[in-house]
């Protein structure tokens, strides 16, 4: 079968490809030809690449058009952050494709009402990007069951793994957190510390793709959580992390008021209050009994492969 990804050479695609590829299906990777993926594999040299700026193709409306004319069997949409990105593309592909699989977020809940919640629970997105998925969600699933397109939406968590910095205790980007940890000086966290992140190591959403696409008859019309076995408190993975290092956690406990005078770059400030007011913890049930997805990572697995990655490339200097 022909799989055509959009977004290929991302953090999921560096995984995905791969498995597709040594599972035997003929791959085409579309992307804008602008970095190639973060491991290398010689899966690669079998894949067909296809450079296409999505944005541009968009404004002409020829993008569903361009991933039709690849006569796809399966496609992988990695990189939809648009509603009207997902419609051009189901009137393209409808009556064409056997499966459309999409990569959302954990965001489209919002505010959960019950943790680790379930995929039924009322939405309360905020937040462009949390609303933005929540609608295209939304929209796959109504025409899925409306109208029979073959629609599957995976919701990844943080996803983490050797390649790029990850979510740190914080709650943000800032490759310090790490450092200070590995040393045993003070690391301030807001509040204190319990709220919650839900890692998941970007092979393990791979795998939950390939799960996907091998139970078609379980995915097709549903929405999964790709995520860890369990959320983390900050607090508790920054304990972890200062482990690593034989050193035991330093931490600070400060109000969000005045934590937030302690960052001065806004970037990581506005991070750390999007992870917070999330306190993501989400519940894989409904993947393990429908599609068997079996995360190979806990949390604190995926972050170390991270971290392991930042110090053998001098990302971090301990």
Known sequence: MRVVIIGGSGHIGTYLVPRLVEAGYEVISVSRGQRDAYQSHGAWNLVQKVVMDRTEAEKSGDFGRMISDLKPDIVIDL???KLDSARQLVQSLRGQVQHFLSAGTIWVH???IQVPATEDQARQPFGEYGIQKAKIEAYLLYESRRSGFPATILHPGHITGPGWICVNPAGNFDPQVFIKLAKGEEVALPNLGMETLHHVHADDVAQGFIKAML????????????????????RGLAESVASWFGQTANLRFMPWDEWRKTVTDEQYARSTW????????YSIEKARRLIDYQPRYTTTEAVYECVNWLIEH???VI
Request: charged share 10%.
């Open 79 to 81: 990189i939809c952050f």
């Open 110 to 112: 919002g505010h959960a």
């Open 215 to 234: 139970n078609w008859r379980h995915a097709v019309g549903e929405n999964f959580h790709i995520v860890s076995p369990a959320a983390m408190t900050l």
């Open 274 to 281: 999007d992870h917070i007011a999330h306190s993501d913890s």
């Open 314 to 316: 001098q990302v971090i």
